[in-house]
């Protein structure tokens, strides 16, 4: 059975500045490319801490963020700079800059924020700052005014305070895997990223929480839908970035491609130029 409608939909739990949900988009850029037009994303915010002082206020130091990043990224191949920042930035803003444009932009715009801002986080960037927003808005191809002017808005802050309930109310079967989520004053919560999976012809839905390897979601999809089918991998790298829109790292060409990393990073030197961040770094088209 052929299918070309969209027939899932996932809501991604996740924010900005989550080492582990930004290790985690080469397992979800595989999935777009293996289903592309069959699912649906929406983009749920977490909010990991209002401000900086919460993180202070719970021990995490600008030192052990950046060893924890550096680690990270050895482990899971995503480019994250090792630089220590001032302070550990709040995530609140961040995350309502998503969900200002989710609510009026595109959802290639508001896919884009959310990158955008993942890139130049773990960049070296402070997230919480004004300045880094607004440029997030022109590398979405947004006017960063008219970002400002949205997430200011009394809805945008519904819309998140409802994003923040829903991942704090992780569904029953979420909690077999409780080492997967985490706790907050009121319980237990999603970390990111996880995933509400949801089958949209009769709205049954398998929760993934956490980290997950690329199987995991895979053979969710492959029971939730049987016929859903599977595109071929690409022919070639140049063929990914083409398809992404957005210069892609190393492990995320090489997960969509199905190769190892020094495979693909072999065949994007000899056609792409690489921006150079931490251990490795994006890769775009000249």
Known sequence: ???????????????????????????????????????????????????????????????WVAQSGRRISRDHGMPISSVVKPRVAGTRDACRAVVAARRHATE????????????????????????????????????????????SEPEVEDDLVEDMRLAREPLPAARVLDHKLANWSGGRRYTCP??????????VTVSVPGFQPFAAYDVVLANLVPGLERREPPASVEEVLRWAGTPLASKEVAVVCDIEVADARERLGAVAVEQHVGADGFWALP
């Open 108 to 151: 290639f715009e508001a896919r884009r924020v959310l990158r955008a801002l993942r890139v130049r986080h773990f960049s070296g960037e402070m997230l919480d700052e004004a300045s880094t927003i607004d440029g997030v808005a022109l590398d979405a191809g947004l006017d960063p005014a008219q970002l400002r002017a949205w997430m």
């Open 194 to 203: 996880s995933y509400e999976i949801t089958r949209l012809s009769d709205g």
């Open 1 to 63: 059975m052929r299918v070309t409608d969209v027939c899932v939909r996932i809501n991604e739990f996740t924010d900005p500045g989550c080492p582990w949900a930004y290790s985690a988009e080469p397992f979800r850029r595989r999935l777009n490319w293996l289903y592309e037009g069959t699912i649906e994303w929406i983009p749920r915010m977490v909010v990991l801490a209002d401000r900086a002082e919460d993180y202070a206020e719970r021990g995490y130091t600008p030192e």
